[in-house]
């Protein structure tokens, strides 16, 4: 901003998004002082705006998918095609004043870096003649998810770009275990650990149908990956092979584990188990109502004999 005596002139500067990029807007307001017939001042105000010329930043991709623990590169550039080698170019998460990477003055600046990243990044330039640079993330963890800024400043210039980063992990171990029948049926339980994001959960039947699953649960370890918990019933309708099943939201990569029942639900030898286990219920039922009465009718007997045992006279 600039003040002239007699002339007031200011120039601001804002960014408008175009495309997922943003474009540097700068406006110039003009206020000319001129005296009234009535002795009041009237100011004239005009305003005009015009799109700078000197760059935008763009990247080729709005969001990129990192496998756990491997290496990822966000690339950005400048349009129109320029060199760079003299800006300051900055990728930083929500924080400016918190760099992941910092080029100035021609190289790499490494004090400001934030310690999350320190010895896991690189700056590729060797297009940076042309406008081109690319970060590149070593050893990539679920802290690394989310956005990332491409930030270039030429002296009071500057204009920026956002890449969405999207860590994926996914597990080849999928354990099933089958609980001993009860009356109600077989209870199979699905675990897995060691997916992220939270991936999608599923028991299907040998027609690859959907079957409900009565319990679902999740949690998260320290290094904030998803272990997942399902548990199923099979009843006397059920089928005899399940299959669970686990899916990544982001890759769309699914992985599945099929088991078959030794005895199907519907064989009659279950059927007579699960009558045995309803009639043992039964008699246990009926023995601890016994058992009750049994102990109810010694503690009567016993207070009615110490009763008359007080009602009665001494015998002398």
Aim: hydrophobic share 35%; aromatic share 10%; net charge neutral.
């Amino acid at each position: 901003m600039r003040k002239v005596k007699g002339n007031l002139i200011e120039s601001m500067k804002a960014r408008s998004s175009e495309n997922g990029n943003y474009r540097t807007i700068s406006f110039k307001i003009l206020c000319s002082h001129t005296p009234s017939s009535d002795g009041y001042s009237k100011f004239g105000l005009l305003l005009l705006s015009r799109f700078s010329e000197q760059f935008i930043v763009t990247t080729p991709a709005e969001s990129i998918l990192a496998p756990l623990g491997g290496v990822v590169e966000l690339s950005c550039q400048l349009s129109p095609p320029q060199s760079a080698e003299h800006m300051e170019v900055r990728w930083f998460r929500d924080r400016y004043t918190q760099p992941v990477h910092l080029y100035r003055n021609g190289k790499d600046v490494y004090g400001e870096t934030i310690s999350e990243y320190v010895e896991r990044t690189e700056f590729l330039k060797e297009a940076i003649g042309e406008g081109k640079v690319t970060l590149r993330i070593l050893k990539v963890s679920v802290d690394d998810d989310g956005q990332y800024h491409c930030f270039f400043k030429n002296g009071n210039f500057y204009d920026e770009t956002i890449i969405e980063l999207k860590v994926t992990a996914t597990n080849l171990d999928i354990q099933i275990v089958v609980h001993p029948p009860n009356i109600k049926g077989v209870l199979v339980e699905c675990n897995s650990e060691g997916w992220f994001p939270q991936p999608l959960m599923s028991w299907r039947n040998n027609r690859g149908e959907i079957m409900p699953s009565v319990f679902t649960s999740y949690s998260m370890d320290s290094a904030k990956l998803f272990s997942m918990k399902m548990t199923l019933l099979l009843k006397d309708k059920s089928y005899r092979n399940v299959t669970c099943c686990l899916q990544n939201p982001l890759t769309g990569q699914e992985e599945r584990v099929s088991i078959v029942l030794s005895v199907p639900i519907s064989d009659p030898h279950f059927q007579l188990d699960t009558m045995w286990l309803e009639d043992m219920t039964v008699v246990m039922s009926v023995l601890i109502i016994f058992i009750i009465m049994l102990i109810s009718s010694v503690y009567l007997r016993l207070r009615e004999k110490s009763e008359l045992s007080r009602i009665s006279p001494p015998v002398t």
